[in-house]
Each structure stands twice: as C-alpha cells, then as structure tokens.
C-alpha cells in the first residue's frame, strides 16, 4: 500500500491550532513547520503546490524575487489572508506548551472521575503524543443526558457532544443498525477542554459533574431518550 510522508488535516476553530473560525489549511504555515523540522524538500513541494503549482506565486513577484512564473505541476489554492497565516505561525510557538497544558488538565480530570462510574478514553499509549483536542466522557446507562447537560449549564458549565451517530444522520440514514456506536453516541458528553482552563474552572466542572450524577432528575432517564446534542 502507498504511504505519504505528509498528512494534513484541516483544524477546527476549537482545535489545538486554529486561526480562524474556518478552520486552517494554509500551505505556506505547513511549509514553514517543514522547514523548521528541516524538511526543506517537502516545504519546498508544498509551497508550490498550494498556489496552482506555480514556481512564482504573486507575493515573490510583487516583492522583485521573480518577474514571470511557470506552472510544473497541478496545484490546488490552499491558502488563507496573511494576517490569519501570521496569527497561526505565532500561535505554533505556543503549540508544544499548551498541548502539555492540555495534557494536565487531561490527567486531573481522570483522577477526578475515577469514582464517579464514568467511561473515559483510554490514555495515549507509550510513545504517542496525545493532542488532548476534546475531553469526552460516557456517562452511566441510568442518566438521562439531556438533564446531565442542563444541571451542567446551570453551574455556567458548557457542554457538547462528540460525536452523534453518523448512520443516524439525514445524508448517511440507510436503516443500519450498530448498538455500540449507538450507544456510546447516546452517552458521551464533552466536557471544557482548552489550555487556559484554570484550576478553579476545572474544579467547577468536576463538582458539577458530580453533582449532577447525584441528582435524582439525572439519574432517571427518560425512557428512550436519545439526544443528538
């Protein structure tokens, strides 16, 4: 099977790494990254691929580096305004400091939970780099979701889901069944995950989640409730 040296994945504006509301897939922020890990050939391929394979792109003409262009391959327009490209690669000096910050904040809430009959990721295996993106839990069978996430909100905690079941969803519906995706689907809650979460912010969280698996409205589901958050 064919392998790349390169993946690259488009990032949220709640991701590690987002400049912007839309996401980031701005190639000269990735070539830069390249060339800071010493990769200049592949920074060097995918500067030319993300502006229409062109040697030359307009900022190197407009700045004397070149007067005209050739095109050698068949590029793409992967790239975004030069203030969200400079707010990115300022942003990745920070990346390595607040991953490491996430990856506490990670560590605090599973001593937390561990009590609480929560189901949690497993942690990152020996030798991998978690990014700590999202911190989801599953909560008991016998808790109504909805509720959990309401009492959550009364304490100015925010919560989402990830992810609903895709099957479920209008474009991908087919009538399949598949009870453990399902059911994690109908359990799992996201619980405030960033790297500026204090200690005080977290612990509000952590007292309402427990709290809430507490409260008797919580613990008694609606039957067949299934909320797609």
Not at 43 to 59: F, I
């Amino acid at each position: 099977m064919p392998t790349s040296p390169l993946s690259v994945v488009i990032q949220h504006l709640r991701a590690d790494l987002a400049p912007d509301a839309g996401g980031m897939t701005d190639g000269e922020l990735l070539a830069h990254f390249l060339s800071s890990r010493d990769d200049d050939a592949l920074a060097a391929k995918v500067r030319l691929l993300r502006s229409h394979g062109m040697t030359a792109p307009t900022w190197d003409r407009h700045r004397g580096h070149a007067s005209a262009y050739d095109v050698v391959v068949r590029g793409f327009n992967y790239r975004i305004d030069e203030a969200r490209a400079a707010l990115a690669s300022s942003r990745l000096r920070r990346l390595d400091k607040e991953n490491a910050m996430r990856e506490q904040l990670d560590a605090r809430y599973r001593r937390a939970f561990e009590s609480l009959g929560l189901t949690v990721a497993l942690p990152p295996a020996d030798g991998l780099v978690a990014a700590h993106h999202l911190f989801a839990v599953v909560l008991p069978k016998a808790t109504d979701r909805d509720a959990f996430r309401r009492y959550l909100s009364t304490q100015g905690v925010q919560t989402s889901v990830h992810y609903p079941a895709l099957h479920r969803t209008t474009l991908y519906a087919t009538g399949t069944r598949l009870p453990v995706t399902e059911d994690y689907a109908d359990r799992c809650v996201s619980l405030p995950m960033f790297a500026q979460l204090s200690d005080a912010q977290q612990d509000l969280v952590i007292s309402s989640v427990r709290e809430a698996l507490e409260d008797e409205s919580v613990r008694s589901p609606r039957a067949g409730a299934a909320s797609q958050g």
